[in-house]
């Protein structure tokens, strides 16, 4: 916990502590286990950053061993559960709303598919050809329009195909993944930049470089192995960037768990430079940066003129930015971006690496696009160890985009999906889907009746929580895929059905998956460990439901049904077809014969060639953001993931970098916190236009004065409909809101 206290000893990432968690975890799970699932060859179901797979569980793409982290543990602690046991559902759902997020992960697993009546007050089970047939005769009464298919990113790349081949078929483009609540505007800002909107290096590239960017990520607590390669490069002489408003323990020092040396130093320091601009500034800083690299003269002039298109118009619009307008907006003096600027100049290779603290704005796109102007600008993209590099949240969610999972596919997949198949899908024109969020605002206007999510906790992922609520309910039937309980499960549900479907881990299916890591990495994982016999994989209840929804609608219609999905229970088929259909992806064919893991085609970036119809990479321009300022709303506030957290799971309730023991929280300034005429461990009532939290712990914590941090999903119930106009993606950071001194009793 950073505060101005400076007897307070700073707390350190990584560390004893994490390999002391691992232990206890595996002790508790059992280590056979353990052992088992961790040493299996699966890709790791946590993060993108791509460690398991045919190398083994505790290996990354490079070989590396071990490559295992405390995330890695965890997502298996969960999986490895005995059944969640039949008396649980005796309990009504008011009575299940009264347990923790935590509480229900670690209820046990969901072994029996289960059904919420419209009027009931409680969960049955069911068997399963009952749930499938029944929810698919909902579909069958249900105008295609007026239905969503939504995937989780920790699905495989099989299933999320047959989702998405499904929804079509049946006559919707109403298909979304969790991109669109954290990377779209990634893919939309890359894609007008440099022709690809993912990765452009490669694990390897990240020992080769001097320079690494970090921005608006805490990877110490969600992606702990890119950690090492930031303390490599430290090692080696290079220097770590970090721009982000709260001070991040684990990104000031962090101990490695499998180096004693760091362990017993007191960890390694990670950040060389640490910003820590106003939230939602970042534009502002970025321009600041690019305005020192300018008046150094460090362009890479050959590679502009060659390379790129509309530089000219950057650096004029750069030039005509005054320092002045720059350091009042970002909070950051001209002398420290200057000298982030100087170690930029004097870098050969940097690497650019960004999280949601970029996306989840109203700019997110416009951050995501200076970001690639700020590389291109030194020519940092386009050869070996340097480039763009987004960190992907979800195992697979890369995966589940490439294949399909998004509202417009690709006139060239759409074309070969067609052909391919026989098949005539839904006029992506006529009818272009909608986008997460869009999905949940036509259920609030009564516009679907239908919605089938896998995987994921898309109702608490959804920002104005009271507002989300009610959405859901208004969905006459939904219909579940899912490992574990949680808390999308019981509400949202009052005047609706719910069906929920128990589904195999990924270690657990029965045929080989793949996934794709965020360094378009494609993993084939085994599978084939033996837990509960109840269960079914994603691509079995997906065939088996489109079987029989096909089926149903084509009896209605007395005629024969549109495709024979049954051709997709095998999983090579699936994959013979991705590759057939999706540009990149031909090595996918033979992956299960050939054991050959492979980089997604024309994706990495070591040469320019841009795939942009100039064949060249273009700068975009765009005005430094309003102020936030706000007279009733003065706090800016974004919300965060925990140390113990993952998404939306919640694997501990304490946070131990920042040292703070429950999540009703919130992390602000000492001083403000003095201005307020508090105390740490008071409470506060914090409002926003949309919502309130009563009665909120205080925490003092490294921030901007102004800058306020709340736990996620907590915090949504104060986040409203604002997004980015270009990606759709939600703001969840840059919210302005008012604190207040609590005097409820609640």
Known sequence: MGTSDKSVKPAVGGGAKKILYTLKTVNRIGLNHSAKALTAKNACKACGLGMGGQQGGMTN?????????????????????????????????????????????????????????????????????????????????????????????????????????????????????????????????????????????????????????????????????????????????????????????????????????????????????????????????????????????????????????????????????????????????????????????????????????????????????????????????????????PLRGHSNVQGIGTIGVKPVLADEVLRNIEQQLGLALPDKKLSPGLDTLACIEAADRGEIDAALIMGGNLFQATPNSVWAEQAFDKIACKVYLTTTMNKGHLHGIDNSEAIILPVAARDEEPEPTTQESMFNFVRYSEGGIDRLSNVRSEVAILTHFAEQLLVQLSDKESLSPTFDFSVFRSHRTIRETIAAVVPGMAELKSIDIAKKEFHVGQRLLHTPEFMRPSGKAKFVVHPLPASLDDAEFSFRLMSVRSEGQFNSIIYEEKDSYRRIDQRWSVMMNPKQINHLGIQAGDKVDIQSAHGQMQRVTVYPFDLPDGDIMVYYPEANVLIGSARDPRSQTPAFKSVPVKLLVSTSEH
């Open 61 to 389: 793409e490079q070989g590396d061993f071990p490559s295992v982290c405390n995330k890695s543990v965890q997502a298996q602690s969960t999986d490895i559960q005995p059944p969640i046991p039949s008396e649980i559902f005796t309990h009504s759902l008011a009575e299940l709303r009264e347990l923790s997020a935590h509480q229900l992960e670690h209820l046990g697993r969901l072994d029996k598919p289960l059904y919420k009546a419209k009027d009931a007050t409680h969960f049955e089970t069911v068997e399963w050809d009952w749930a499938i047939e029944h929810a698919a005769e909902h579909f069958s009464y249900t105008s295609a329009e007026r239905s969503f298919f939504y995937s989780s990113g920790r699905s495989s790349n099989e299933a999320g195909f047959v989702l998405q081949l499904l929804a079509r078929v049946y006559g919707t483009n109403n298909v979304n993944n969790c991109s669109y609540y954290c990377h779209q505007a990634t893919g939309v800002g890359l894609s007008e930049t440099i022709g690809v909107g993912t990765s452009t290096v490669e694990l390897a590239d990240l020992d080769g470089c001097d320079c690494i960017f970090v921005i608006g990520a805490n990877p110490a607590s969600n992606h702990p192995r890119f950690v090492h390669k930031l303390q490599a490069c430290r090692a080696r002489g290079g220097q770590v960037v970090v721009i982000n408003p709260a001070k991040e323990p684990g990104l000031v020092r962090f101990a490695l768990p499998k180096s004693p040396r760091s362990i017993i130093v007191g960890g390694d320091e990670i950040a060389s430079h640490y910003l820590q601009p106003h939230i939602g500034s970042d534009i502002a800083v970025f321009k600041g940066i690019a305005k020192a690299v300018i008046e150094r003269r460090a362009m890479a002039s050959d590679f502009l003129l060659q390379h790129t298109e509309d530089y000219q118009a950057f650096i004029d619009d750069i030039n005509a930015t005054d320092w002045s307008k720059i350091e009042l907006l970002s909070g950051v003096s001209r002398g420290e971006l200057e000298a982030v600027a100087k170690v930029y100049s004097q870098s050969s290779n940097a690497v650019f690496a960004w999280g949601m603290g970029v996306t989840h704005h109203q700019h997110g796109v416009a951050n995501v696009e200076y970001i690639s102007n700020l590389a291109l600008l030194r020519g940092m993209i386009a050869k070996p160890f340097a480039g763009l590099l």
